[in-house]
């Protein structure tokens, strides 16, 4: 008995799904020294004792300091604002820190929209 021969199997093209661009795959968070380190030390483990999350926070803040795009990186996490971890040498509540200063200093331009930073100090 013969077999017939063997065809190739036909495959239908597919599109390919659109993937959306994110912004960890900007330029710079390609350049971000943490990418080589663990995540476990920019982010806290669930019932961390608060002093291993200071000494863990002191660590991930030594590798921010010597990165080169500590302030990018800062940015986008304030910008998104990103809720835990360190991101660009602060931690989540250094970020609210700032956050909140932000928004006290755009308060207060709104208040006094001709009084510039001659006139408050004056």
Known sequence: MQHPPHQPLQVAALPKP???AREEDGPWHAEAV????EAGLFFAPSKEPTAARLSR?????RVCARCPVMVACREHALLQPEPYGVWGGLT???RRVVL???RRRAGELR???GAGPIAAAG
């Open 18 to 20: 659109r993937v959306p």
């Open 34 to 37: 943490c990418r080589r380190d």
């Open 57 to 61: 926070e002191e660590a991930a803040k």
């Open 92 to 94: 989540a509540a250094e």
């Open 100 to 102: 909140a200063r932000r």
């Open 111 to 113: 208040q006094a929209p």
